[in-house]
């Protein structure tokens, strides 16, 4: 379903009608999981002042998913955990904002790991989201519910976010499209803090046309979040002709499922076809920047998960006498698990004595793998390969061991930690039927030019 | 594999204001153990000389005035938000 048709469908019959089509499509699909709750109420009087005039934009009456932990009106803002599980937010999140202001309507909240910590969805403190494909299968994750709603049809959209490939590895393994932007693209305000120095913010779509609009409503400076870059984003009407492109060999190893490294084969093929040149090219860091990701935002994550406190919003353990308890109960019931070992991770490569070994080294790490990239980029104008190493994997196979878990991001951190941006479009399925992602990217700031080359390829 | 001690989780637990049980505990020292010796591999690295990279950007400071913005939320609101308030202000148990 692509926002052009709902746009029709809007015209043809009314915002409510689609919107209530929407709603009921999402109650359908329950048994998925993938949304946590439907801001129904909301919806359908937004929808009727769509139908009245009232509101209008290049989204007007369009229904979309947002992603658990932006927050938005409506219902309560959870970050699917337990902490959250009653914030009512005074306030909404800027992207939030300025899809509203185009008149987009949300029907309803996505399944997440709890504060983004994940890549399966099994982290929700509401249970695990099942895969568009296949319900024995993960959603992938963190953006799990986002992504399987959207490639269930039900919405021509929904929002994301992406940290270390929180956006395009569930896009992959559903088979929609995803867009993780140059870091500082769309401003983060109001979505609940994980890393700050690799969070970005991104739409999942079923098609790149749809990526495209939304990024060009959402992207531009925010002064109330100030790593926000000025606006730069702008839709290219025809992807660059006879691109030089390199192939990352590093993430087409035996390690990676050769129906994956099939798929993205076939891609590089049409790609050739196309007219763009391929070559073989090494990012020798690569193999390095899961560990780099394991340290740094694992660092960054536990100083922003310490607002958490009890106090102010939010969970609040009960029987504490004092503040020491009321802070240890409180967040010892209010995270998930995958939480406690991350913030904790964090505290260990933090703490003076590991300190220079761990967060410093890793820092410094990330900046030889910039220096990696920006040597191919001197070259090639995007680098291409798989987005994970495998389709979607079955519910519970990854739970009881963490770093198998995290092997599962070795192909998208790498774009995060370096800023760069990266989106994942569906490449075909496997021989199981499951869909299997490539991934493109490219320098700071090409952006729109890495969409419209994947558009470019959607129709071939 | 790094070996965290029982005493070495207690403590990273406390310093993360974290109430474990002791079968949580258990987990986690196996785990963040696990978790250390995967990441000790970046030790490998040659980083003398190497700058470390906090901000992907470029940004440095960005300063604004120090002016009062309107958010349009007001005391009520956020004092509604916490679990225990009184007299128009936010209550919390003893510190010491």
């Known amino acids: 379903m692509t926002i052009k048709e709902v746009l029709q469908q809007i015209k043809v019959s009314s915002a409510r009608s689609v919107v209530e089509k929407a709603l009921a499509d999402a109650k359908e699909v329950a048994d998925y999981n ?75 909240k996505a399944n997440l790991d709890a504060f983004a910590h994940g890549g399966s969805t099994e982290n929700s403190a509401f249970g695990p989201t099942k895969n568009a494909y296949d319900k024995s299968c993960v959603a992938g994750g963190s953006s799990g519910g986002s992504a399987v709603i959207t490639a269930l049809g039900v919405v021509p959209f929904a929002l994301g976010s992406d940290t270390g490939g929180s956006i395009r590895q569930p896009a992959s393994y559903n088979g929609v499209v995803g867009v993780k932007p140059t870091y500082g693209t769309v401003s983060r305000y109001g979505v609940v803090a994980m890393a700050s120095s690799t969070d970005t913010i991104g739409p999942i779509t079923s098609n790149v046309e749809d990526a495209e609009l939304l990024m060009s409503i959402m992207s531009g400076l925010d002064k109330r979040d100030m790593t926000t870059l000025p606006d730069f984003f702008e839709i290219l009407p025809d992807a660059m002709p006879s691109q030089k492109i390199g192939l990352v060999k590093d993430f087409m190893s035996e390690h990676v499922d050769s129906e994956v ?44 998960l310490a607002r958490y406190d009890g106090i102010r919003y939010g969970h609040q353990a009960e029987g504490a006498k004092t503040l020491a308890e009321l802070y240890g109960r409180t967040r010892g019931q ?51 390969g798989p987005v994970a190493p495998s389709t979607a994997f079955k519910l519970g196979e990854n739970v009881a061991d963490p770093i198998k878990m995290y ?31 490539v991934q493109i990217i490219g320098p700071m700031k090409s952006d729109a030019s890495l969409l419209a080359l994947a558009r470019s390829m959607e129709s071939k | 594999m790094t070996a965290i001690t029982r005493e070495d989780a207690l403590h990273l637990a406390q310093l993360s204001a974290l109430e474990l049980s002791e079968d949580e505990i258990e987990k986690l020292r196996i785990d963040i153990g696990n978790i250390l010796g995967y990441v000790q591999q970046l030790g490998q690295l040659d980083t003398s000389g190497v700058e470390p990279t906090y901000q ?40 010491l």
């Not at chain 1, 209010?334 to 991770?345: P, S």
């Not at chain 1, 003076?352 to 030889?368: E, I, M, P």
């Not at chain 1, 092997?407 to 299997?436: F, H, N, Q, R, Y």
Request: aromatic share 8%.
């Open chain 1, 334 to 384: 209010g995270f998930e698990a995958e939480n406690k070992r991350r913030i904790m991770i964090g505290s260990y490569v933090l703490s003076s004595g590991f300190f220079d070994a761990y967060y410093l080294q890793a820092q410094k790490a990330r900046t030889l793998l910039i220096h990696e990239f920006n040597k191919l980029f001197e070259q090639y104008d995007c680098l291409i």
């Open chain 1, 261 to 304: 490294r099939a798929r993205v084969n076939e891609y590089i093929e049409k790609l050739k076809a196309a007219g763009h040149t391929i070559e073989e090219v090494s990012l020798p860091m690569a193999e390095y920047a899961l560990a780099m990701y394991y340290i740094i935002v694992p660092a960054e994550l536990s100083s922003n």
């Open chain 2, 56 to 95: 992907v950007t470029g940004l440095e400071n960005v300063w604004r005035e120090d002016e009062i913005i309107d958010y349009g939320i007001s005391r009520e609101q956020l004092l509604a938000r916490a679990p225990q308030s009184t007299e128009n202000q936010i209550k919390v148990p003893k510190v």
């Open chain 1, 34 to 108: 993938a949304l946590l709750s439907l801001t129904e109420e909301r919806a359908l009087a937004r929808a009727d002042e769509v139908d009245k005039g009232k509101i209008t934009g290049r989204l007007a009456g369009v229904p979309y998913v947002i992603k658990d932990n932006f927050l938005a009106f409506g219902g309560p803002s959870t970050a699917a955990s337990h902490m959250l599980e009653f914030f009512d937010t005074p306030l909404q999140a800027t992207s939030v904002e300025k899809l509203e202001a185009e008149g987009a309507i949300c029907i309803g």
């Open chain 1, 407 to 437: 092997l599962e991001d070795i192909m998208t951190v790498p774009a995060s930690l370096a800023g760069l941006p990266s989106i994942s479009v569906p490449a075909g399925k496997s021989s199981a039927g499951m869909p299997v992602g």
